[in-house]
């Protein structure tokens, strides 16, 4: 088994491990309270923290497109992916396996998906940084000045095409999500309140 092939199926057997424990922590808090823990005050919270969690993911985006400095917000990419793992796990212990509501179910499935892109993202990002890197390195061996070497490189950046085809699935099913979660917010404090 090729390094790749052995990395992503732990990613995906760590994905699994942790949504089956999010939704067993969500059905042992429901024994326990003797009501679906997401529609108590308690789930609630926890609904309300995957939120905010899930909200910190976009101060990478904000951050990277309307930054005042050069260069690329490293620190804030981190906190993307860690948030961009985190909230959803909290929304999962929030929602359990309850899929008894439209539209919550379509949030839920979405924010999966959105996730799981996420996560081939980082795949595809490191990947190509790899392919930038030794890139790099070849056309300074090469006699290239830094500066043209880093003007090639941003051409054949600009170029990738897997990230771009990355790109047109998981922007559209964040904002699919982000409208099904607004939904569900919005129907939630209008039929059950808070």
């Not at 990395?7 to 939704?23: D, M, N």
């Not at 808090?29 to 108590?40: E, R």
Request: charged fraction near 10%; hydrophobic fraction near 55%.
């Amino acid at each position: 088994m090729n390094p790749i092939t052995q990395r992503f199926l732990t990613v995906i057997s760590c994905a699994a491990i942790a949504i089956a424990l999010g939704f067993l922590l969500e059905v042992l808090l429901s024994f326990q309270s003797g009501w679906q823990f997401g529609h108590t005050q308690t789930g609630h919270l926890v609904g309300w923290a995957g939120l905010a969690v899930i909200l910190a993911v976009f101060v990478y985006s904000v951050k990277k497109r309307h930054a005042r400095t050069k260069g690329w917000p490293k620190a804030w990419f981190l906190v993307h992916q860690v948030a961009g793992v985190g909230g959803p796990l909290l929304i999962i212990i929030h929602a359990g396996p309850h899929f008894h509501a439209l539209v919550p179910t379509l949030a839920l499935l979405a924010m999966a998906i959105v996730t799981l892109s996420g996560i081939i993202g980082v795949v595809v990002h490191r990947k190509a940084l790899r392919l930038l890197n030794s890139k790099r390195k070849e056309l300074l061996a090469q006699g290239l000045t830094r500066q043209d070497a880093e003007e090639l490189l941003f051409a054949l950046a600009s170029d990738e095409e897997t990230f771009r085809i990355w790109q047109m699935i998981h922007v559209p099913m964040v904002m699919i999500f982000l409208v099904l979660m607004i939904s569900h917010i919005f129907g939630a404090l209008y039929f059950g309140g808070f």
